[in-house]
């Protein structure tokens, strides 16, 4: 016998998880039709206009903040839990025990809060499937409209009302996107922006040849983006109310923008966190002076982080424990050869899920290199469901017929898996042997 059972593990390749975003989380500003609110400096929680129903002064570490067009304002703290300041009384009370968020989105009926393990909680005035919902990134929404990002790069719309997706689609390089009710946006990671409705990709009114956005924002048929060198764009659909001639000149003076954000009014952070808002003016302003306070000092914002890090599975394969078996005897075959007489032979491993999640619609393929004479195998095979903590034993057949020789093969595994959570290739050398006469 020329050679014992050699498992030579190669690294091929690592699959990646995703790229970085650059762009920002949430929003450190709001401008609405009677009340605005901003994050300053200290993480700390200011609004003026409209007086609000609870106390805030003791607020801070703030995260984000988020406002629908039903009216409800809610705050994203550092520490992922959430605090409605308005509309708390009136069926937007935040679930008990939230937490774990890293997004929010705001409609017209309800309100969804995006937990680090990719599903989703709703609470107001109407439910949707929250159980249909995992694996997002991102979510957004405006009106009846909500859109999400999961992390295998696909974009969905769901209609809140009849509670269904009525949009989904793959858009390649996908890092933010904004819900604007008139028609959704995605930033792609190359700084470019796309549009889409429930038939498919279309413009919009992107202006063209618009490139290097770095963060985008849109609400009620207009949208905002800023540039990498610290510029703004801005654009709108009339028919939806929302731009005049003079927003978009306005937006062209601007320079050394570090965040935008849109609502009933544009709105830009300055580098050094100075507030400047144009547009459509605000109503309901008779409570007290809708103009920004003199002392207001924005938050500069902080880039997002990657969500694929957060509690996704991990699929593992302890390549030290790689065997070939022979199907008979189910014992391990000493030799790692493939012989004619016995017929049938496994590649065994096992994968791990080391994740907080489950995963499903797996699979593994299976290619063949080198002295593949009277060899047969079957690809790809399916993987069966792995919940979290738990493993999976696999057995990969080879068949040899009497047209076997000597020699050997690299057997490649390649691993599949939706949400890229995939372990890393293997490759397995293998002796073969013509059958026993």
């Not at 190359?190 to 202006?207: E, H, K, L, M, R």
């Not at 050094?272 to 003199?294: A, F, H, K, M, V």
């Amino acid at each position: 016998m020329k050679q014992l059972i050699k498992l030579i593990i190669l690294t091929l390749f690592s699959i990646a998880l995703g790229s970085a975003t650059n762009s920002l989380v949430g929003q450190s500003v709001l401008i609405t039709n009677s009340r605005s609110a901003a994050i300053d400096k200290d993480g700390h929680l200011i609004t003026w206009g409209r007086p609000s129903e609870i106390d805030l002064k003791a607020e801070k570490n703030i995260k984000s903040l988020h406002y629908g067009s039903s009216g409800t304002f809610l705050a994203l703290r550092d520490d992922g839990t959430v605090f409605s300041f308005d509309r708390g009384k009136h069926g937007y009370l935040v679930p008990a025990g939230l937490k774990d968020v890293i997004d929010l989105a705001v409609l017209d009926v309800v309100s969804i809060a995006l937990r680090s393990n990719g599903t989703i909680a709703v609470w107001g005035g109407r439910k949707i499937l929250a159980r249909l919902f995992y694996d997002i990134a991102k979510i957004d929404g405006s009106g009846s409209k909500f859109i999400y990002l999961t992390n295998d790069g696909t974009v969905s719309t769901c209609d809140v009302w009849g509670r269904e997706v009525v949009k989904t689609m793959k858009i390649d390089g996908v890092v933010d996107i904004a819900a604007g009710m008139s028609y959704p946006l995605a930033l792609k990671k190359d700084g470019t922006v796309v549009s889409w409705d429930t038939n498919g990709i279309a413009q919009f009114g992107i202006p063209s040849g618009l490139k290097g956005v770095t963060a985008i924002d849109a609400y009620n048929g207009k949208a905002i983006a800023l540039l990498e060198d610290g510029s703004v764009v801005v654009w709108g659909v009339d028919e939806y109310g929302g731009i005049q001639a003079s927003d978009l000149e306005f937006a062209k003076t601007l320079s050394g923008i570090v965040e935008v954000s849109v609502n009933y009014k544009f709105a830009a952070v300055k580098e050094d966190g100075s507030l400047i808002t144009w547009g459509r003016e605000t109503r309901n302003c008779d409570y007290q002076d809708c103009e920004i306070p003199s002392d207001v000092s924005v938050r500069t914002p902080v880039k997002n982080l990657d969500n694929s890090k957060h509690k996704k599975p991990k699929l593992v394969v302890d390549h030290s424990e790689i065997e070939i078996l022979n199907r008979k005897s189910k014992e391990s075959v000493p030799c790692s050869e493939i012989i004619g007489d016995s017929g049938l032979t496994e590649i065994h491993f096992r994968i791990e899920n080391h994740g907080e999640e489950h995963v499903q619609e797996s699979s593994a393929s299976l290619t063949i290199s080198g002295n593949t004479d009277g060899l047969n195998w079957i690809s790809p095979w399916p993987i069966a469901e792995i919940a979290s903590g738990s493993s999976l034993d696999v057995f990969y057949p080879i068949q040899a017929d009497s047209s076997t020789t000597d020699g050997l093969v690299l057997a490649t595994i390649k691993f599949e898996q939706p949400s890229n959570r995939a372990p890393e290739p293997i490759t397995i050398e293998i002796e073969t042997r013509s059958p026993k006469k």
